[in-house]
């Protein structure tokens, strides 16, 4: 498996990634094209935005996507996204990510990595190194779709 960082022409392969890699629980997502495409230029958009992806056999299998976030004394990174087709789940892809991740971000002096996850996902985290902060993501849907 080939992990490298993302170019202008992944962003279709990677929606699609994403797209197949939600659509199975726990997660259940239907995304269509447009707007999985849209998720991942958005996150690539940001601030220092940076991707990765994993490829096999010349098949892109995974994708991290996520930003610098700067802060008093730090950058963090934040990963928006990270996900691995479901043939390929639970063969070290998101794990394989995570490492070049870290690699990635060294060479840039930055020591954070953060995301927001699911708990179905926590042991996967732990396994990596991860540990789970005293910050609590609060949400509100304010309308109904």
Same mark, same amino acid.
């Given at each position: 498996m080939i992990i490298r960082k993302t170019k202008g022409n992944d962003i279709p392969v990677l929606a699609k990634a994403m797209s197949l890699a939600y659509s199975e629980a726990p997660w259940n997502e239907k995304w269509n094209d447009e707007r999985a495409e849209r998720r991942v230029r958005a996150i690539l958009g940001n601030y220092e @935005?940076? @991707?990765?992806?994993?490829? #096999?056999?010349?098949? /892109?299998? &995974? @994708?991290?996507?996520? *930003?610098? =976030?700067? *802060?008093? #004394? !730090? =950058?963090?990174?934040? %990963?928006?996204?990270?996900? %691995?087709?479901? !043939?390929?789940?639970?063969?070290? %892809? &998101?794990?394989?990510? /995570?490492s070049e991740l870290e690699k990635v971000l060294a060479e840039r002096e930055i020591h954070v990595i953060q995301l927001i996850s699911i708990d179905d996902n926590e042991a996967f985290y732990n396994k990596c190194g991860l540990e789970r902060d005293s910050v609590s993501v609060q949400y509100k849907r304010f309308y109904d779709l």
């Open positions: @935005g940076l @991707g990765l992806v994993a490829v #096999e056999n010349e098949t /892109l299998v &995974g @994708g991290l996507l996520g *930003y610098v =976030d700067p *802060y008093a #004394e !730090e =950058d963090f990174f934040f %990963v928006s996204e990270i996900f %691995v087709i479901p !043939e390929m789940k639970k063969h070290g %892809v &998101g794990k394989s990510l /995570l």
